[in-house]
């Protein structure tokens, strides 16, 4: 066992469709950690990597991942070293040092060894290594009744192949080279002699490399593949609006959270699309690319436009029970692993979820708002059309006006954002009867018709518009009518599939605040709900009320804390003056942040009540990083700056800091032809704007 690995922390990095979990030495061991690996295309390429020095493990200085996400470093040492009970290396005189990161389908490593020890030394280092091509769902538990066919190692002289067949017929194959030839090599390990002269180094260059049969990689050195690599990230910062402000811990969350989205999102042949999370999430899904592009959207829109390029090509256009599909759904899951191919799961292309199509009609809407860009709406105004007749037609499964879903045979039972198969419940606890009507899912429906109905009228349809205004003002109207719980002064989380209201106080409700799918005076109500302690952790909205049956705060969506969930929430305050609502929830996350490693949001938290002088209580096996939770800070921001755009305007209503930023700059902050640089001085009940660079035809808007 590694010295000291009691302690040890566990590092992600991701690029691409290749991600990696490792510890803080810079090993991959799955006895200790049965995550880690270098993931590749939904299966794990490399399952063990581990580097000692005489067969003895190092010991652990620093380790570290640089700001931007882009590179991980390792400083080690050497214990006491002995031959035949003879000190040969006393502790403390090798210095190991290790960087890393990941390029395309590659990860790239740097390992340098100095020798601070007066004399010369002999030292031999070994890496021993392998790989159990082990689906990723294999690894969260799932068991196969049989497994594809292992092929024998192949060496050639300083490079090492393995390989494996899948049943689904695919060859996949990894590879490790080295830049010098080992001493000794063998199927699982690779050892080196270096003689060091006093203060002099050694440095080996290590490539590890997954690939499936007939793609094809260009062969990029250590330098070359880093330098694009920052490169990737540069581009997304100068085409991204920058945000500083007067605090340094905020300005962490701030750069953390934003170098998770580069991370996080690859590019597909329709443009750059956000992968949900690290490690059990890590491809498209359609409800987390669009929220997390939502939440985005004022910072870079081009990752709205990416999402919503990519879901329109995927959009589903004809039945598939198997799949959940019908004509203009929009999909859930995409899965390119064994499993998912040869059949054994069924998300090689999902579209068991009854949300993501009217998110997709919002996000469209939205991405119009804030850019004008009438012509892509154009490119995908077919696919809204057919997203909206989906909602009419195949969504709402009893043509009462609202969308329900049934369970799937072999896919979700739940299908909106808490898909947890306890999620859905009666006051009781008891599992509510479907098919299930969720409440956020009529607010998100109700905001899509209100949405497309705006496009419509641009695009000359005008029967179009006034048609889905009138039946979204039905779906607000029945909202009201058969949501609203007098009793527990909260909107039913669902209706069942005899209508009957399951009278649950849930986080779900506070959705109907973004989509402003109900009176100001319910509003009013949810704030002073969702803040009693009952609700309110201290760290944030739980998703359900603590007053409720089925409350868990270690459960994944019965009591737990969800950072987007919040988000979601907050800024749906703020759409109805409510800020302070805002306010608390920002400051609840970001003090949240202080208490969690890189000032990473994790995907979830526990839902326990806020003690003094201790964090947030960890939720196992939450994504982190996850791009939804990593996009909260920025939608929370902008509600609380008032901010919106419209025409050719940029506008903040009643702007509002929390106390602990005195200043905030926004920098580069692009609309239409032109962009802005703004500061932001903060006197408590009011906000101070001045406009200090400004291009193109904007007009800057503040209502107070």
Request: glycine share 6%.
């Amino acid at each position: 066992m590694e010295r000291n690995s009691f302690f040890i922390e566990t590092f992600t990095l991701k690029h691409q469709d290749c991600f990696a979990i490792f510890n803080a030495f810079g090993n991959i061991d799955v006895e200790l950690n049965p995550e880690e690996g270098l993931y590749y295309k939904g299966t794990r390429f490399l399952s063990k990597f581990k580097f000692k020095i005489f067969e003895e493990c190092p010991i652990l200085l620093s380790a570290s991942l640089k700001e931007d996400n882009t590179l991980f470093t390792s400083d080690l040492t050497n214990p006491d070293l002995y031959f035949q009970d003879n000190l040969l290396v006393p502790k403390g005189s090798i210095h190991i040092f290790r960087s890393r990161f990941l390029y395309e389908n590659c990860c790239y490593e740097k390992f340098v060894v100095r020798n601070f020890h007066l004399s010369p030394v002999e030292l031999i280092i070994s890496f021993c290594f392998g790989s159990d091509f082990a689906d990723i769902f294999e690894v969260r538990g799932f068991k196969r009744k049989k497994r594809g066919t292992l092929f024998p190692p192949q060496i050639e002289k300083n490079k090492l192949k393995l390989g494996y067949e899948g049943l689904d017929s695919k060859k996949r194959f990894f590879e490790i080279s080295f830049n010098h030839l080992p001493e000794n090599f063998c199927e699982d390990c690779a050892s080196f002699k270096i003689t060091l002269a006093p203060k002099e180094e050694y440095q080996l260059l290590i490539t590890l490399k997954c690939f499936i049969e007939d793609e094809i990689y260009s062969k990029l050195s250590y330098s070359k593949a880093l330098y694009l690599l920052k490169k990737h990230f540069a581009d997304w910062e100068e085409e991204s609006c920058k945000i500083y402000t007067s605090n340094t811990h905020f300005n962490q969350w701030v750069k953390r959270s934003f170098a998770d989205i580069v991370m996080l999102t690859s590019h597909t042949p329709f443009g750059p699309y956000p992968y949900a999370g690290v490690p059990w999430f890590n491809t498209i899904f359609g409800r987390d690319g669009i929220i997390t592009s939502l939440e985005c959207l004022w910072i870079n829109p081009e990752l709205a436009k990416g999402t919503l390029a990519y879901l329109s090509e995927t959009q589903a256009k004809e039945f598939s029970p198997a799949q959940d599909a019908q004509p203009g759904k929009i999909v859930h899951e995409i899965r390119t692993g064994e499993l998912a191919k040869t059949g054994e799961i069924p998300f090689a292309r999902y579209y068991g979820s009854a949300d993501a199509t009217p998110l997709f009609v919002i996000l469209a809407g939205k991405y119009f708002e804030r850019t004008g860009d009438l012509d892509f709406i154009k490119r995908i105004w077919k696919s809204i059309v057919m997203a909206v007749e989906w909602m009419e037609n195949y969504g709402d499964i009893d043509g009462d006006g609202l969308i329900e879903y049934e369970p799937s045979e072999i896919g979700l039972v739940n299908k909106g954002w808490k898909d947890s198969e306890d999620s859905v419940f009666y006051e009781d606890g008891g599992l509510a009867k479907p098919p299930i009507a969720l409440v956020e899912i009529q607010g998100y429906a109700y905001r899509a018709k209100k949405e497309a109905a705006k496009l419509a009228r641009l695009l000359g349809e005008k029967d179009l518009a006034i048609r889905w205004e009138k039946s979204a003002d039905t779906i607000k109207e029945l909202i009201e009518e058969k949501y609203w719980c007098e009793d527990i002064k909260c909107y039913a989380l669902a209706l069942d599939g005899d209508k009957k209201p399951c009278k649950v106080r849930t986080s779900n409700a506070g959705h109907l605040l973004f989509t402003k799918a109900i009176p100001l005076s319910r509003a009013r109500e949810l704030y002073n709900l969702f803040f009693e302690n009952h609700f309110f952790s201290g760290w944030g909205i739980r998703t359900l009320s603590s007053l409720e049956k089925r409350y868990n705060p270690l459960s994944y969506h019965n009591g737990s804390v969800w950072p987007h969930d919040n988000a979601i929430i907050g800024y749906g305050f703020s759409l109805y003056g409510l800020k302070d609502g805002t306010l608390k929830i920002l400051e609840a996350l970001f003090e949240a942040s202080t208490f969690f490693k890189l000032h990473r949001i994790p995907e979830l938290f526990c839902g326990f009540k806020k003690r003094p002088n201790e964090g947030p209580t960890h939720y196992p096996v939450a994504c982190h990083p996850q791009a939804w939770a990593a996009g909260a800070l920025f939608l929370l921001l902008q509600g609380c700056l008032g901010l919106s755009f419209e025409d050719n305007k940029i506008s903040f209503y009643h702007p509002l800091l929390p106390h602990f930023i005195e200043e905030l700059w926004i920098k580069d902050l692009k609309f239409k032809d032109g962009k802005v640089d703004l500061y932001f001085k903060n006197y408590g009940e009011d906000v101070v704007i001045n406009v200090i660079k400004k291009e193109g035809n904007i007009k800057i808007l503040i209502e107070k």
